[in-house]
């Protein structure tokens, strides 16, 4: 169907003459009415006009494989943002897990380097990084070393705990997608039965 035959069948649809059709576009009927024969086409201004006013893509006034009542081919615009969607969201899991991952790194380095060490006697509960008083027979002494001494000096345990749930978080981000993706078919299976 060539764009001529197109631009007649949006204007008999519509139930307007071919003055009311030009009107609305903002064009003469004889314009319109060369438009329509075939003999010019409309220009990019008035193909912008009629694509907005009638609700047809440009793509399909111009290309004449396209009808105008055929569904639209897939442009995989949509699929492109679905993908794109996906992506982002594994960025940011990827950047979720591996800042915490880096900031534990980097913690347990320096307190390897400073060699970091936090005595607790557990029978007085006296403890610290410079507790060496006299342990009584029988009791029980316990001796951290590296990144443990080091979030109990600087009570950071907390800090500790935050770190992994940001990381924990980051890796449900990344798979986000794919669970999306199973509880749909979880839920067609449900369907079914």
Partial sequence: MTTSEKLQKIRRREGLTQEQFAEKIGVSRQALS??????????A????SISRIFNVSIDRLLNDSLDLDEPAPDSGWKKN???SKKFILRIVGAFMMINPAFVILITAVYASLTKATWVEDV???MSGNS?????ADGASVRIYTGLKALLYE????WFFWLLIAIAVAGAVVC???EIK???GKRKILRGRN
């Fill in 181 to 183: 993706k199973l509880w």
């Fill in 45 to 48: 201004v008035n193909l912008m």
């Fill in 175 to 177: 798979a986000l997608p």
């Fill in 123 to 125: 029978a007085s509960g």
């Fill in 81 to 83: 943002r679905e993908n």
């Fill in 131 to 135: 507790f060496f008083g006299t342990v």
């Fill in 154 to 157: 600087y009570n950071l345990w």
């Fill in 34 to 43: 060369k438009w329509e024969s075939g003999d010019a086409l409309p220009d």
